[in-house]
């Protein structure tokens, strides 16, 4: 998925975004999450699965050394 900086707006960038039905979206997004982006910055947005399944196995075993 693909979010553009619309505008910032104090301690927000207003990003926009296509939905499924292809109708343009608005949200504000911190910036602290975005360093150095710019207006008209074109940002992806992907699923690291590899990294999701290494922190599910680790709350897993978290969970399991407590209730033990």
């Known amino acids: 998925m693909q979010i553009i900086i619309d505008r910032f707006e104090g301690e927000f960038a207003v990003v ?11 949200v504000n997004i911190p910036k602290v999450i975005i360093p150095g982006a710019a207006e008209g910055d074109v940002i992806d947005i992907t699923i690291n699965k590899d990294e999701t399944k290494k922190r599910e196995k680790n709350i897993k075993n978290l969970m399991d050394s407590l209730f033990e």
């Not at 926009?16 to 608005?26: I, Q």
């Open 16 to 26: 926009e975004y296509e939905n499924k039905d292809k109708k343009l979206c608005f």
